[in-house]
């Protein structure tokens, strides 16, 4: 709450609409300058015609000292909000790790063991044993400054009162078990995952584009 990472990228139509000209210009001029922008291109090109271009077009910006971003900072609390469906859709989460942390992937590990995919522990114990939810599957979400370690269940209004303990308990009970089975397992999942996305459309046309890469600038 009440921080840069909690707030819509686009920001709320209230706030938007009642921003000036000015507004928007003095934010471009005091964030956008050469330092912090990186020219890109792809094809058939020259690279020191390119270079020659980049320096007549972009050579006036101005250097400007990045702003220091706002850290973020982990709250815990809860938030609920009333509408009528017929699920109760529930997250629980904890603070995690950022992208660049040595346990970001021990991290994506623990993810998969608890919640990713039909073997993972919350989908057999919760789901399949007990049958308290529609769906269930834990995530991770890194970045920069912070992280978070979620659990989303999908599941009726009458099971939330059991769902609850019973998922904390899984967690808990994650202390006192021999993973080192469930840990391969995981890290199998994660390995197939990475090399079955890599067999999508949009992925082999981003490949496509770093071949014919000749040059990135930076201004």
């Keep these: 709450p009440n921080q840069g990472l909690g707030r819509p990228v686009l920001g709320t139509g209230d706030i938007v609409s009642k921003m000036s000209r000015e507004t928007v210009i003095k934010f471009i001029n005091d964030n956008y300058g050469g330092e912090q922008m990186i020219f890109s291109a792809a094809g058939n090109i020259c690279h020191n015609k390119l270079v020659d271009l980049v320096n007549n077009k972009f050579s006036s910006f101005s250097k400007k000292q990045i702003p220091e971003l706002e850290l973020a900072n982990y709250v815990g609390g809860d938030w609920r909000q009333d509408k009528k469906l017929e699920q109760v859709h529930l997250v629980i989460g904890f603070p995690g790790v950022t992208f660049y942390d040595p346990d970001f992937y021990a991290q994506q590990v623990l993810s998969m063991l608890l919640g990713g995919g039909m073997s993972s522990r919350l989908f057999q114990e919760v789901r399949e044993k007990r049958g308290l939810v529609y769906s269930i599957y834990s995530f991770t979400s890194a970045y ?51 090399m079955m996305s890599r067999e999508t459309v949009s992925y082999t046309h981003l490949r496509a584009h770093e071949t014919s890469l000749h040059l990135v600038c930076r201004l």
């Excluded at 303990?165 to 990475?194: H, M, W, Y």
Aim: hydrophobic share 35%; charged share 35%; aromatic share 2%.
């Design 144 to 194: 920069r400054d912070s992280g978070i370690l979620g659990i989303y269940a999908g599941t009726g209004e009458k099971q939330i009162k059991e769902l609850v303990p019973v998922v904390c308990d899984e967690l808990l009970a994650i202390k006192e078990s021999d993973l080192e089975l469930e840990i391969e397992r995981s890290k199998v999942q994660l390995r197939s995952g990475l």
